[in-house]
Structures are given as structure tokens and as C-alpha cells.
């Protein structure tokens, strides 16, 4: 075994058994992307093709994506992230694969049906470079001469070339660059050797120009939350801005976990509820067309962990309830709890026949009752609980909790 990347021996001495179980064990600190997908990189591919059914991937309750080989090309890595297991000076056993025995590893276990793709990251061994060329030939290998047509997710070191970032997309069918903070200044308190400028941004923004130009292939982020003393309006200001500057497809939020030995080890883990509302704010931003300001975060620039974002903004804009379900346009729909994209474009759909009358009709078209119907009218008539929309009873879940059975009330328009 070899403690430190200033102590390596000849990694051929390790079993692959043995850089499994490094490699597996360093890898589950990444969030897993969804990862549906109906596109091959190849065409006519011999195995592991899913068009056009797509991957199915199943996830463990706290999210995590359990059907992906998820593993590092190696632990050894030359930048000292605070929270990260892999960073240069921790004193744990390294190793790595060379591409042919990734490859080999991942076919085996593919023809035994443990897993369905492959999700590929790693430290940072001799430079970004020879890092990201090793990992582009584990997927090249798979392509071109296994002809694997099933999912690759290939992480991007920060500060990858242009041509690298090309090579990866064209194997791989997601690519992702974690952005782990939201800004210069939060990632300077985790890292002396990460530039956020040219290392994340800038990577970044080769990413997004290749996305936004080829579209073949998309790419995601993720952040630490809670490492760095950011605020959730810091993490939805940076996820707002590579949405819309940078082709992001998605970004992913993994609760900050101490890991002995680093710097941060004496921090407290972040509460799993943050990065739920983390989560919840995202969706509203790309798929409700709910915007940052529209956000209600208290006096630090946080999320309520107690109830849900969309809730939040529902108790906060009194002015705009209860709506008429047969007047709102399909956007002020999405701003009804309890009601998603598709039961707002159900209901539209409906309105073209006629006008909806019961809330049984709201059930039928997904609508989730009660969440919502405290907010709306049907044809004038309120099916629901005024007390929640009354200004002086519009306070905290805490005042509300003293209140008892209106405890019950607001409990059940909470999402989990
Ligand atoms: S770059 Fe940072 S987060 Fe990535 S493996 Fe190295 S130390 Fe860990």
C-alpha cells in the first residue's frame, strides 16, 4: 500500500481487488447525475446499447445513483481541497488503474450485470493533462473496441484543454466539472491550489461553449454545501449563472461530510434538509421559471429548512392568492404549491373544454390538493384554509407550531 503521492512504488504490485477497493471507497464522495439517457456514441454498438428504451437508473433514498460503476481512475491528486478524502497531504493508501485494467474491471462486471455504465473520476496524477488522456482512453477503449454503447459520465479536471474537453465529449454522454463553491472567494478557503478563475471558470466556459455549440453531449456541476460558510443564495446565484451562461444541464448539491484527517474534520456536516432545499429551489429555477429573487432566504442568505421553498414563496406574496385556477396562465399555475409542471399544463388542456368546477378534477389532473388548496379558487369558490393566507397569521413555522392544530394544518402543506 502507498500512503502519499511522495511515496509511490510500482502500482502494478497492488491487485485489482485491492485498487478496487481504494478506488470504489474514493469515488462515493461524487454525486451521481441522473442519467437517462437515449444517445450512443457509437454507431451500431455490439453491447450495452438502451436506445431507445434509455437507462433506468436506480437511486438510494438519500439520492445517490447506485447502478453506475463509480470509481477513480486513481486517489493520487496534487491539489489540497479541505473536505476532499484524496487531497495531496492525507495520509491514506493511493493507488490507480492504468486504462486497460479499468476497462477490463468494468467489462467484467458489466457482463455480470452489476452495472449498466460507468461514471469515471479521479485525482490529479502528474498533471491535468496526463490525468484527463487516461481517461479519455478508458472510454475510447469501451467505444471503439468493445463497442460499449451503454452511459460514460467522464468528470473534467479543472483546467482541461479545449481539445481534452472535445475528446471527452465525443466518447462520453455526460461530461461534469464540479464547481464544489460558488465563488472565488468560497473556494479560497477550501483550497491554496484550485484557481477558481482559470481552473473552474474558465474550464467551465470551454465546457459550455462545446455544449451549447455540438449539444450531443450535457454536462453537470456540483457543490460542496456547507464547506466553505456560503450561503444558499451564494450556491443559487453560481447554479443561476452557468444555467444560463454556460449550457449547464444541471447542478448537483452533496451535504458537506467531515472526513477524518483533513482540515475540516472538526466541522459539523451539513443537515441532509439543506441540501433538500437546495434541490427544491434548482427544479423551481429550471423547470417552474421561478427566478433568484423570487426566492425568500432569511437575513444570512438561507433557505427555511422548515418548509419548502415554493411554500415559502406562496406565504410570502399574499397578494397574489388565491388564483383563479381558470384565469391563471400556465406560469402563474407553477407558482401554486401543490401544482407542477405537468398538472399546470393538464389543467390548461382541460380549460379548453370547459371550465373546472371540482376539486376532484384538480386530483385527476396530478394536482396535489393538499398543498394547494389554500391557494385558489375554482369559479370563485374557496375550498381551502383562510387562515393561512390572513397577514397576521402569515409568520414563521415556529409561531405557527405554538398554535397546535394549525401546526397540523401548516404540517401537511410541507413537502418532504
Ligand atoms: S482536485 Fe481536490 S477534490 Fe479533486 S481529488 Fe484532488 S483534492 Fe480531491
Known sequence: MYYNSTKRKDVQELDVLDKLQILGEGAKYDVCASTATKSSKIINPAIG????????????????????????????????????????????????FTADELVNVFMEFYRRNYVEGLFLSSGIFHSTSATMDEMIKVAEILRNHHKFGGYIHLKILPGSSAAEIQAAAAVADRISLNMEAPSDRHLA???????????????????GAYVARYKDVSHTTQYIVGAAQESDRDILTSAASLYKGYALKRAYFSAFQPVKHTPLETVSATPLIRENRLYQSDFLLRLYGFHLGE??????????PDIDPKLAYALNHPELFPLDINQASYQQLLKVPGIGPRSASRIVQVRRTHRLNDPRELKNAGVVLKRSLSFITLNGQYFGDRRLLDKPRRQTYQQLALWGDERDLYSSLITG
Request: charged share 25%; proline share 6%.
Open 49 to 96: 446499447s438502451t436506445s431507445p428504451s434509455g437507462i433506468c437508473h436506480s437511486f438510494t433514498p438519500d439520492g445517490r445513483c447506485i447502478s453506475l460503476f463509480k470509481v477513480l481512475l486513481t486517489n493520487y491528486c496534487e491539489k489540497d481541497c479541505a473536505y476532499c478524502p484524496n487531497r495531496i497531504d492525507r495520509n491514506v493508501p493511493r493507488s490507480r
Open 189 to 207: 478557503k477550501l483550497s491554496r491550489t484550485k484557481q477558481y478563475g482559470p481552473e473552474i471558470i474558465g474550464t467551465m466556459a470551454k465546457i
Open 295 to 304: 426566492f425568500v432566504f432569511d437575513a444570512g442568505g438561507n433557505l427555511d
